[in-house]
């Protein structure tokens, strides 16, 4: 069983910049695919981004592209997000995910575990 704790979450102004972490505990963290998506209210968690178990492959969702960046340590059993020039749009609960396949989520097929979720608001 893996649990995940996400962190860095808040309130920011249009262009700021925010840096999202995921803590890993409970299996081996190496392994797992690991993945961001963020839910707003009346509408389906989407995935914002996926980093493969060993950081070779990346995926973008094309509205974050060039914006944000997935890493990994797989040491510190960690993943981050650094999200730069913050739109409004990107107002949303951010989660932290995992799963053995990184197709599954780069699909949005439903990842094995889920982090309880962190805010982040960008007001214009």
């Known amino acids: 069983q893996v649990q995940l704790v996400e962190s860095g979450g808040g309130l920011v102004q249009a262009g700021d910049s925010l840096r999202l972490s995921c803590a890993a505990s409970?299996?081996?963290?190496?392994?797992?695919?690991m993945g961001w998506f963020r839910q707003v209210p009346g509408k389906e968690r989407e995935i914002v981004a996926a980093?493969?178990?060993?950081?070779?492959?990346?995926y973008y969702t094309p509205s974050v592209k060039a914006r944000f960046t997935i890493s990994r340590d797989n040491a510190k059993n960690t993943m981050n997000l650094q999200m730069n020039s913050l739109k409004p749009e990107d107002t949303a609960v951010y989660y932290c995910?995992?799963?053995?396949?990184?197709?599954?989520?780069?699909?949005?097929?439903?990842?094995?575990?889920w982090g309880q979720g962190t805010q982040v608001t960008v007001s214009s």
């Open positions: 995910a995992a799963d053995t396949s990184f197709v599954t989520m780069r699909l949005n097929l439903g990842s094995a575990y």
């Open positions: 409970g299996g081996t963290f190496s392994s797992y695919a």
């Open positions: 980093i493969g178990y060993n950081a070779a492959t990346t």
